[in-house]
């Protein structure tokens, strides 16, 4: 009997000294039904340090905690039901307390007892929640950070924008005004010369404005090709078929001190691309690369497929896929990596003042973004400059040969009837000028509505010549589609001074349709205008 009493009083000293909660419950019959409650019938010391309620022992669940009691039974209850421990954890909400709870059957079920055993555990879980709110607005933090790092860096490429606006703006205002001076010089001595009646210098000056008038045609289609809005008129062509007359050409540029070799890769992939274009490109290139190399070298052109993964491609500001490259390469003096990310800038040169314009690689890199590409440089001082131009590889096949724009004019047929639709009225009549020097009968209009009203009046039209961006809420090209309707056979020349690549469908050009772009020599208005009119429809 001693040694049982000696028991029990350890054990109770044990279940004092505890420093987590524990207690025996007893489940009763209540209002809300069979074992719908439980009373305390033993709690240590522990139960009021981690629950914040003292005194338990004789309390009723649903008198301690009413509004929570129904999720305390049923856990325990299902103690008692299945004989299974549970451990869990759950808010005490009547005193903000987080306890940590496992718990056990004592006895048989007819004894009706559960024991508790539970901690507080709320600093932790208070912790827990900290770090999370923590982690949460750290997010919050890093993503304001790159928000304002975001901002700062577009204010920082908008400034390097409106710089290079300036740089542009002051280069074209430059180049221009020299380019107005002698157009305008040359009319003004044209007219002293005639008033003088000296007609015999006025050649000279004729000859003198043409030219200035040629490069200034040149500036604005280097600019359009920056800005990515020339006229293209793309064709699928293996580039290497362009290297026979593209070698000799360069050959005569460059001079006989320069060597000039082609390596052209074996099966090379089409591409489609504007070939004027492209030579243009290629020979500008050639040009600088010949600048580069005063005391004579070599330029090399070649060719290659290649094949970019994601990753290089992104290196390269290019979609993943299949590519062909042209390469022009020199042997010159290179250049400064300090200045290299710059080169493709308008009118940054390395050239000394006089001897360039600046746009020759500016050109060059909006020739190939246009064409859906991209350029790429490589070069060491001491050893010489690549740049690249990368093209999509195009699916389809080769294009035959397109027929060749006639060497002469030929004198209009009997009756052949031209409508000419421009709103600049000086160009409208010059083109009107030239056509009805031809022999053909000229109808005029202004707009696109007023061209389409004489389209649908019935009168006989042979040529439709008309200008894309046109006021009057109707262009060059609606034009066109509409007369088409009620003409499918009519032959169509645009001609534009910028390039509405979007209004003529992204160079895709119908038959029995051409572009001419501004500005253009007479000459060329006439070839066009009979070789479209000899096309069969």
Not at 62 to 70: K, S
Not at 313 to 330: F, P
Not at 333 to 355: H, L, N, Q, S, Y
Request: aromatic share 6%; charged share 25%.
């Amino acid at each position: 009997m001693q040694g049982l009493t000696g028991g029990a009083e350890r054990y109770r000293a044990f279940f004092e000294a505890m420093d987590d909660g524990f207690c025996i419950i007893e489940f009763l019959d209540g209002p809300h039904g069979p074992l719908s409650d439980y009373i305390h019938v033993e709690a240590n010391d522990g139960y009021a340090r981690n629950t914040g309620i003292p005194d338990v022992v004789g309390q009723k669940v649903r008198e301690m905690v009413p509004d929570e009691a129904d999720g305390w039974v049923e856990l325990y209850g299902s103690v008692l039901r299945t004989g299974e421990p549970i451990r869990f954890q759950r808010e005490l909400v009547a005193t903000s307390r987080y306890l940590e709870v496992s718990s056990f059957r004592v006895g048989t079920f007819e004894d009706r007892q559960v024991a508790v055993h539970f901690k507080d555990v709320t600093d932790r879980i208070n912790a827990e929640k900290a770090l999370l709110q923590l982690n949460e607005t750290l997010e919050a933090r890093i993503a304001q950070a790159l928000s304002e790092q975001e901002e700062t860096q577009a204010a920082l490429r908008q400034a390097q924008k409106m710089e290079a606006v300036g740089q542009l703006t002051g280069g074209l205002a430059h180049d221009f005004n020299n380019l107005l001076a002698g157009i305008s010089g040359a009319f003004e001595m044209i007219a002293l010369r005639l008033a003088q009646g000296r007609s015999g210098d006025v050649e000279r000056y004729l000859s003198a404005g043409q030219g200035a008038t040629r490069r200034a045609a040149a500036l604005t289609h280097r600019l359009l090709a920056f800005s990515r809005r020339q006229t293209l008129s793309p064709k699928p062509i293996v580039i290497n078929r362009l290297f026979a007359d593209l070698s000799e050409l360069v050959r005569r540029t460059v001079g006989p001190q320069i060597d000039v070799q082609t390596v052209e890769a074996g099966g090379l992939w089409p591409v489609l691309v504007d070939v004027n274009q492209l030579e243009n490109a290629l020979l500008n290139l050639c040009i600088n690369a010949r600048d580069a190399m005063p005391d004579g070298g070599t330029i090399t052109i070649e060719t290659a497929n290649r094949w970019l993964d994601d990753r290089i491609a992104r290196e390269q500001g290019l979609s993943a896929g299949q590519y062909v490259t042209v390469c022009v390469s020199d042997t010159g003096t290179g250049i400064d990596k300090a200045i290299i990310d710059r080169v493709f800038d308008p009118f940054f040169t390395t050239k000394p003042m006089g001897e360039g314009t600046g746009l020759g690689l500016s050109m060059v890199y909006g020739f190939a973004r246009q064409s859906h590409g991209h350029v790429r440089i490589y070069s060491e001082i001491g050893d010489g400059t690549m740049v690249c131009i990368y093209l999509p590889r195009h699916r389809g096949e080769e294009e035959e040969d397109a027929p060749q724009l006639l060497d002469g004019v030929k004198d209009a047929d009997a009756g052949e009837t031209i409508l000419v639709i421009d709103d600049e009225p000086t160009v409208r009549m010059l083109m009107v000028d030239a056509l009805s020097d031809m022999g053909y009968a000229c109808l005029e209009a202004g707009d696109g509505p007023s061209g389409l009203k004489i389209i649908e009046s019935g009168a006989r039209i042979d040529l439709l010549v008309t200008d894309v961006g046109l006021p009057g809420g109707l262009n060059g090209r609606q034009v066109a589609d509409a007369a088409r309707v009620s003409r499918p056979d009519l032959k169509i020349l645009f001609v534009t001074g910028y390039a509405e690549n979007a209004v003529l469908n992204h160079g895709h050009i119908e038959h029995g349709m051409e572009v001419l772009t501004k500005p253009f020599v007479v000459d060329e208005l006439r070839r066009r205008v009979a070789t479209l009119l000899l096309q069969p429809d």
